[in-house]
């Protein structure tokens, strides 16, 4: 499936934009994301920490991703 | 009560005291967050901020919900600044009100602390010589 990432912060750096478009098998979870998306850009396993979104809501490693999925990718928070 | 918001534009200290104040309250707590002009001995030009804005919302209303379901606190109110800011100027603005000031005091702290955790808000430091964005690498 095709799917639209948004990033923020350094993430959006990494990418070089703010919406990356990536393919993902159907169903995948949130750690396989993250795999696909650390081989591609490395520099995200320098991050202190990194969380994925999915509509809105910090997801667990094993939640499964749709389509439909709004999915974002959260770096150290620095707010305040 | 609450009401959070993410703001483009200066936010209105007096405005949020304002918000918050009722008459079965008494006591305000209000926490400011400035643009400090150094970190680290670096002298700072100015902040970037930017969110999520609207899991940003989501997470500041949830820290407001809690603040309500944990202390016996009125109104809450929850600011935060996105865009370019200079020292001095205010990115964040909490207010809390209550009957007595021992929860005013405590939910105002537990607030800042954990938007600080938990909202997606990011902030970059640009510096004479450089920029960094806050956290981000260990």
Redesign the interface.
Known sequence: MKMSILAFGIVKEIFGASVLDIELTDAATVVELKIVLEQKYPRLKQLASYMVAVNNEYAGTNQIITGKDEIAIIPPVSGG | MIEVKISGTALNIQSCIDWVMSPQCGGIDVFI?TVRNITKGKTVVRLE????E???L?EMRKIAEEVLHKWPVQKILIH?RTGVLQTGEV??IIAVAAAHRGAAFEACRYA?DT??????????EVFEDGEI??????
Do not use: D, Q
């Open positions: 967050g901020f930017e969110a999520y609207a899991m940003a989501n935060h990115p964040v800042i938007l600080k955790k938990s909202v997606p808000i990011w902030k970059k964005w806050v956290a981000a690498h260990p």
